[in-house]
C-alpha cells in the first residue's frame, strides 16, 4: 500500500488475545491517509480471542499460535513473519510475554500499548491496584518493547483522572477510550509524520 505522499506503508503485525478493540481503532486508522501502517497479519496466542473476527471482516491474514508450547518453532514463526514481509509489531491486548530471541529479531520494530501510567502498575491488574492504592490519575502508555516488561522505551501516555466511585471496570472502559487515541498519535510520532 502507497501513502499519499507516495511513501510506502510499514507492513504490520497486530498481536491480539482477546476484544481487539484497540486492534479494530488501529485498522481503522490504518485506512486512513494519514496512517503509515497497513495491517496485514492478525497474530493471537488464543484461538478465541474475539478480534480474531476482525480478521474476516476486514479480510486480513491471521495466525493462531500456541506461545505455551515451549517447542514451537519460534524460528519458524519468525520466518513466517518475514515471508509475509512484516516490518512492524503492534501488541494490541497481547497478554504473552515474547521472547528475547523473538524481541531481538525484531528491535525497535515492537510497540505495546498498556494500561497505566509507566513505569507505575507494570503487568497484569493495573486498574485495581491504582485503585487500592488510591492514585488520582491513571492512564495509559505506548512504548517499545524490550526484553523486561512493560520497560521500554516510553513513546506517549495520556493521564486520566480517578473519580470518586471509581471501579475497575469504569476506569478501564476510560482508559479504553484513551487508548485508541493514544495509539495511533504514537505510531505517527513514531514515523515523525
Ligand atoms: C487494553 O486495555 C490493553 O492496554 C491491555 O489489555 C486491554 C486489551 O483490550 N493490555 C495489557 O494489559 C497488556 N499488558 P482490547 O483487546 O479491547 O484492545
Given at each position: 500500500m502507497v501513502l499519499s505522499t507516495g511513501i510506502n506503508r510499514i507492513r504490520t503485525a497486530v498481536f491480539i488475545s482477546g476484544t481487539g478493540s484497540n486492534l479494530k481503532s488501529l485498522i481503522k486508522f490504518s485506512k486512513?491517509?494519514?496512517?503509515?501502517?497497513?495491517?496485514?497479519?492478525?497474530?493471537?496466542?488464543?484461538?478465541?480471542?474475539?478480534?480474531?473476527?476482525?480478521?474476516?471482516?476486514?479480510?486480513?491474514?491471521?495466525k493462531v499460535l500456541n506461545f505455551k508450547n515451549k517447542n514451537?518453532?519460534?524460528n519458524k514463526f519468525i520466518s513466517y513473519l518475514k515471508i509475509n514481509n512484516i516490518?512492524?509489531?503492534?501488541l494490541a491486548g497481547f497478554m504473552e510475554i515474547l521472547s528475547?530471541?523473538?524481541i531481538k529479531?525484531?528491535?525497535?520494530?515492537?510497540?505495546?500499548?498498556?494500561?497505566?501510567?509507566?513505569?507505575?502498575?507494570?503487568?497484569l491488574n493495573t486498574h485495581e491496584r491504582a485503585l487500592k492504592n488510591k492514585e488520582k490519575y491513571s492512564g495509559c502508555t505506548v512504548h517499545f518493547v524490550n526484553s523486561k516488561l512493560d520497560s521500554g522505551k516510553i513513546i506517549l501516555q495520556k493521564k486520566v483522572k480517578i473519580s470518586k466511585n471509581e471501579t475497575k471496570n469504569s476506569l478501564a472502559k476510560k482508559i479504553l477510550i484513551q487508548e485508541h487515541k493514544l495509539y495511533q498519535?504514537?505510531?505517527?510520532?513514531?514515523?515523525?509524520?
Amino acid at each position: 500500500m502507497v501513502l499519499s505522499t507516495g511513501i510506502n506503508r510499514i507492513r504490520t503485525a497486530v498481536f491480539i488475545s482477546g476484544t481487539g478493540s484497540n486492534l479494530k481503532s488501529l485498522i481503522k486508522f490504518s485506512k486512513s491517509n494519514k496512517s503509515p501502517i497497513s495491517i496485514e497479519l492478525i497474530v493471537s496466542n488464543n484461538a478465541k480471542a474475539k478480534g480474531l473476527n476482525y480478521a474476516k471482516i476486514y479480510k486480513i491474514k491471521k495466525k493462531v499460535l500456541n506461545f505455551k508450547n515451549k517447542n514451537l518453532s519460534e524460528n519458524k514463526f519468525i520466518s513466517y513473519l518475514k515471508i509475509n514481509n512484516i516490518e512492524m509489531i503492534c501488541l494490541a491486548g497481547f497478554m504473552e510475554i515474547l521472547s528475547k530471541n523473538f524481541i531481538k529479531k525484531f528491535k525497535g520494530k515492537i510497540l505495546n500499548i498498556h494500561p497505566s501510567l509507566l513505569p507505575r502498575y507494570k503487568g497484569l491488574n493495573t486498574h485495581e491496584r491504582a485503585l487500592k492504592n488510591k492514585e488520582k490519575y491513571s492512564g495509559c502508555t505506548v512504548h517499545f518493547v524490550n526484553s523486561k516488561l512493560d520497560s521500554g522505551k516510553i513513546i506517549l501516555q495520556k493521564k486520566v483522572k480517578i473519580s470518586k466511585n471509581e471501579t475497575k471496570n469504569s476506569l478501564a472502559k476510560k482508559i479504553l477510550i484513551q487508548e485508541h487515541k493514544l495509539y495511533q498519535k504514537a505510531i505517527i510520532k513514531v514515523f515523525n509524520l
